[in-house]
């Protein structure tokens, strides 16, 4: 994680370390307190329970 000011965070990683074919599923935290929910209109959500949105490199 790196800081950006203003509380704000980024997770800055190679696209090296994907797995191709892999799916990856993520969040958002806000406040340190809690997970995001993803927009209704989102393109990449993984329909589950938990709602999580997926990254995918072919």
Do not use: C, R
């Amino acid at each position: 994680m790196v800081s950006k000011g203003n509380n704000g965070l980024d997770l800055e990683l190679l696209q090296s370390q994907f797995e191709s074919n892999k799916t990856y599923l993520f969040k958002f935290i806000i406040n340190k307190v809690g997970w995001t929910t993803i927009p209704e209109n989102a393109l990449n959500p993984d329909k589950t329970e938990d709602n999580n949105l997926q990254f995918k490199i072919d």
